[in-house]
Protein backbone atom coordinates (compact mmCIF):
# COMPACT_ATOMS: atom_id res chain seq x y z
CA UNK A 1 0.00 0.00 0.00
CA UNK A 2 2.70 2.46 0.55
CA UNK A 3 4.67 1.30 -2.49
CA UNK A 4 5.13 3.52 -5.82
CA UNK A 5 3.00 1.45 -8.35
CA UNK A 6 4.94 -0.30 -11.06
CA UNK A 7 4.47 -2.76 -13.88
CA UNK A 8 5.99 -5.59 -11.39
CA UNK A 9 3.50 -4.89 -8.89
CA UNK A 10 0.18 -4.59 -11.00
CA UNK A 11 0.87 -7.04 -14.09
CA UNK A 12 -0.59 -10.49 -13.68
CA UNK A 13 0.85 -13.58 -16.06
CA UNK A 14 -0.66 -16.16 -17.36
CA UNK A 15 2.64 -17.93 -17.87
CA UNK A 16 2.55 -17.75 -21.74
CA UNK A 17 3.64 -15.68 -23.96
CA UNK A 18 1.84 -12.52 -24.73
CA UNK A 19 2.78 -12.64 -28.68
CA UNK A 20 0.96 -15.66 -28.96
CA UNK A 21 -2.60 -13.74 -28.44
CA UNK A 22 -3.97 -11.73 -31.39
CA UNK A 23 -3.58 -7.91 -30.71
CA UNK A 24 -6.59 -6.82 -33.20
CA UNK A 25 -9.71 -8.92 -33.01
CA UNK A 26 -11.86 -6.40 -35.51
CA UNK A 27 -11.73 -8.62 -38.02
CA UNK A 28 -13.58 -11.35 -35.45
CA UNK A 29 -17.95 -11.64 -35.28
CA UNK A 30 -19.12 -13.18 -31.94
CA UNK A 31 -22.48 -14.23 -30.72
CA UNK A 32 -23.33 -13.35 -26.87
CA UNK A 33 -26.15 -15.57 -25.92
CA UNK A 34 -28.32 -13.91 -22.96
CA UNK A 35 -27.84 -10.27 -22.66
CA UNK A 36 -28.49 -10.47 -18.30
CA UNK A 37 -25.74 -10.23 -15.78
CA UNK A 38 -22.90 -12.42 -17.81
CA UNK A 39 -24.02 -11.09 -21.09
CA UNK A 40 -23.86 -7.38 -19.79
CA UNK A 41 -20.09 -7.96 -18.66
CA UNK A 42 -19.19 -10.24 -21.58
CA UNK A 43 -20.52 -7.55 -23.84
CA UNK A 44 -18.43 -4.71 -22.23
CA UNK A 45 -15.66 -6.45 -22.44
CA UNK A 46 -15.27 -7.95 -25.56
CA UNK A 47 -16.30 -3.72 -26.84
CA UNK A 48 -13.16 -3.25 -24.86
CA UNK A 49 -10.96 -5.58 -27.03
CA UNK A 50 -12.62 -3.45 -29.76
CA UNK A 51 -14.21 -7.08 -30.89
CA UNK A 52 -15.33 -5.76 -34.61
CA UNK A 53 -19.02 -7.99 -34.70
CA UNK A 54 -20.44 -8.89 -31.85
CA UNK A 55 -23.91 -10.42 -32.11
CA UNK A 56 -26.54 -10.31 -28.89
CA UNK A 57 -29.39 -12.60 -29.04
CA UNK A 58 -31.91 -12.64 -25.85
CA UNK A 59 -35.47 -12.17 -26.25
CA UNK A 60 -36.35 -11.09 -22.80
CA UNK A 61 -37.68 -7.51 -21.72
CA UNK A 62 -35.69 -5.36 -19.02
CA UNK A 63 -37.54 -5.67 -15.48
CA UNK A 64 -36.71 -3.40 -12.33
CA UNK A 65 -35.73 -6.57 -10.66
CA UNK A 66 -32.73 -6.44 -12.63
CA UNK A 67 -31.27 -3.72 -12.07
CA UNK A 68 -28.92 -5.31 -9.14
CA UNK A 69 -26.67 -6.42 -11.82
CA UNK A 70 -27.32 -5.74 -15.34
CA UNK A 71 -25.51 -2.65 -15.33
CA UNK A 72 -26.02 -0.91 -18.47
CA UNK A 73 -29.89 -0.94 -18.29
CA UNK A 74 -29.84 1.56 -15.69
CA UNK A 75 -33.10 3.37 -17.49
CA UNK A 76 -34.45 0.93 -19.83
CA UNK A 77 -36.77 -0.66 -18.01
CA UNK A 78 -39.83 -2.08 -20.28
CA UNK A 79 -36.69 -2.04 -23.53
CA UNK A 80 -35.69 -4.93 -24.94
CA UNK A 81 -32.13 -6.25 -23.27
CA UNK A 82 -30.77 -7.24 -26.13
CA UNK A 83 -31.55 -3.97 -28.17
CA UNK A 84 -30.77 -1.67 -25.65
CA UNK A 85 -27.48 -3.85 -25.01
CA UNK A 86 -26.51 -3.33 -28.30
CA UNK A 87 -26.69 0.01 -28.16
CA UNK A 88 -24.73 1.08 -25.41
CA UNK A 89 -21.85 -1.31 -26.71
CA UNK A 90 -21.35 0.21 -30.11
CA UNK A 91 -19.14 2.25 -31.17
CA UNK A 92 -17.44 3.85 -34.24
CA UNK A 93 -15.09 0.85 -34.34
CA UNK A 94 -17.40 -1.85 -33.21
CA UNK A 95 -20.53 -3.39 -34.87
CA UNK A 96 -23.10 -4.52 -32.44
CA UNK A 97 -26.27 -5.70 -33.54
CA UNK A 98 -29.24 -7.06 -31.78
CA UNK A 99 -31.41 -10.07 -32.17
CA UNK A 100 -34.71 -10.32 -30.54
CA UNK A 101 -35.65 -14.34 -29.98
CA UNK A 102 -34.44 -17.35 -27.99
CA UNK A 103 -32.32 -19.55 -28.76
CA UNK A 104 -33.24 -22.82 -29.80
CA UNK A 105 -31.89 -25.83 -31.96
CA UNK A 106 -32.89 -24.24 -35.28
CA UNK A 107 -30.71 -21.40 -34.77
CA UNK A 108 -27.97 -20.81 -37.36
CA UNK A 109 -24.96 -20.38 -35.45
CA UNK A 110 -22.38 -21.08 -38.74
CA UNK A 111 -19.66 -17.71 -39.78
CA UNK A 112 -19.11 -17.35 -35.62
CA UNK A 113 -15.31 -17.13 -34.62
CA UNK A 114 -16.84 -18.43 -30.87
CA UNK A 115 -19.93 -17.90 -29.18
CA UNK A 116 -20.80 -16.99 -25.31
CA UNK A 117 -23.25 -19.08 -23.33
CA UNK A 118 -24.20 -16.32 -20.85
CA UNK A 119 -27.73 -17.84 -20.35
CA UNK A 120 -29.04 -19.10 -17.27
CA UNK A 121 -31.20 -22.32 -18.09
CA UNK A 122 -29.91 -25.68 -18.66
CA UNK A 123 -32.28 -26.75 -21.40
CA UNK A 124 -30.62 -24.12 -23.76
CA UNK A 125 -27.35 -25.14 -22.81
CA UNK A 126 -27.56 -28.14 -23.48
CA UNK A 127 -29.03 -27.14 -27.35
CA UNK A 128 -25.89 -24.78 -27.55
CA UNK A 129 -23.07 -27.30 -26.46
CA UNK A 130 -24.23 -29.59 -29.13
CA UNK A 131 -24.71 -27.29 -31.71
CA UNK A 132 -21.11 -25.69 -31.55
CA UNK A 133 -19.84 -29.14 -31.50
CA UNK A 134 -21.73 -30.36 -34.92
CA UNK A 135 -20.75 -27.31 -36.16
CA UNK A 136 -17.28 -27.42 -34.63
CA UNK A 137 -17.56 -23.81 -33.03
CA UNK A 138 -15.33 -22.54 -30.01
CA UNK A 139 -17.76 -22.04 -27.33
CA UNK A 140 -17.20 -20.03 -23.79
CA UNK A 141 -19.87 -20.93 -21.36
CA UNK A 142 -20.45 -19.28 -18.20
CA UNK A 143 -22.26 -19.50 -14.63
CA UNK A 144 -22.53 -17.84 -11.63
CA UNK A 145 -24.58 -17.26 -8.26
CA UNK A 146 -24.48 -14.59 -5.71
CA UNK A 147 -21.57 -16.48 -4.24
CA UNK A 148 -19.34 -18.36 -7.06
CA UNK A 149 -18.98 -18.66 -10.65
CA UNK A 150 -17.84 -21.27 -13.07
CA UNK A 151 -16.01 -20.73 -17.15
CA UNK A 152 -15.78 -23.73 -19.39
CA UNK A 153 -14.32 -23.56 -22.75
CA UNK A 154 -15.23 -25.78 -25.37
CA UNK A 155 -12.68 -26.05 -28.54
CA UNK A 156 -13.37 -28.46 -31.29
CA UNK A 157 -11.49 -31.48 -31.05
CA UNK A 158 -9.11 -30.30 -28.27
CA UNK A 159 -12.05 -30.40 -25.11
CA UNK A 160 -14.99 -31.66 -24.19
CA UNK A 161 -18.33 -29.59 -24.57
CA UNK A 162 -19.76 -27.77 -21.39
CA UNK A 163 -22.87 -30.24 -21.49
CA UNK A 164 -20.27 -33.17 -21.29
CA UNK A 165 -18.31 -31.73 -18.38
CA UNK A 166 -20.89 -30.95 -16.42
CA UNK A 167 -23.56 -33.38 -17.31
CA UNK A 168 -26.41 -30.62 -17.62
CA UNK A 169 -28.30 -33.49 -19.15
CA UNK A 170 -28.58 -34.93 -15.96
CA UNK A 171 -29.18 -31.54 -14.07
CA UNK A 172 -32.16 -30.47 -16.43
CA UNK A 173 -33.94 -33.92 -15.57
CA UNK A 174 -32.91 -33.56 -11.99
CA UNK A 175 -33.81 -30.37 -10.98
CA UNK A 176 -38.04 -29.66 -10.82
CA UNK A 177 -37.71 -25.95 -10.77
CA UNK A 178 -34.03 -25.33 -12.50
CA UNK A 179 -35.49 -21.37 -13.04
CA UNK A 180 -35.77 -20.85 -8.78
CA UNK A 181 -32.00 -20.75 -9.21
CA UNK A 182 -31.75 -17.61 -11.20
CA UNK A 183 -30.63 -14.55 -9.50
CA UNK A 184 -33.82 -13.32 -9.14
CA UNK A 185 -34.43 -15.51 -6.59
CA UNK A 186 -30.58 -14.65 -5.17
CA UNK A 187 -31.63 -10.94 -4.76
CA UNK A 188 -28.07 -10.78 -2.93
CA UNK A 189 -26.07 -7.58 -3.67
CA UNK A 190 -23.22 -9.24 -4.00
CA UNK A 191 -24.49 -10.80 -7.14
CA UNK A 192 -22.55 -8.01 -9.32
CA UNK A 193 -19.17 -9.12 -8.52
CA UNK A 194 -19.07 -12.78 -9.17
CA UNK A 195 -20.66 -12.04 -12.89
CA UNK A 196 -18.29 -9.21 -13.26
CA UNK A 197 -15.51 -12.07 -12.66
CA UNK A 198 -16.44 -14.18 -14.79
CA UNK A 199 -18.01 -12.33 -17.57
CA UNK A 200 -14.14 -10.83 -17.60
CA UNK A 201 -12.73 -14.51 -17.32
CA UNK A 202 -15.01 -15.07 -20.33
CA UNK A 203 -14.18 -11.91 -22.02
CA UNK A 204 -9.70 -13.74 -21.22
CA UNK A 205 -10.74 -16.93 -22.83
CA UNK A 206 -11.50 -15.43 -25.88
CA UNK A 207 -8.19 -13.79 -26.38
Known amino acids: ?16 KSETFPEN ?10 AGALGNFTGLGLRLLETGN ?5 SDIIEETNLNRQILF ?3 VGKE ?25 NTDINGYDCIFDCVDNFETRVILSEKCKNNK ?6 GT ?32 R ?10 DPSVIMSNQIVGGLMVNEFR
Open 1 to 16: MDRETSDDLITYSTGR
Open 25 to 34: YSNKKVLVIG
Open 54 to 58: IDIMD
Open 74 to 76: YDG
Open 81 to 105: KARVLSERLSSPTVRVNHLITRFDE
Open 137 to 142: IPLISG
Open 145 to 176: SFSAGQVVTYLPNITSTPNEILDLEKLVKTRE
Open 178 to 187: PEEHGCIYQP
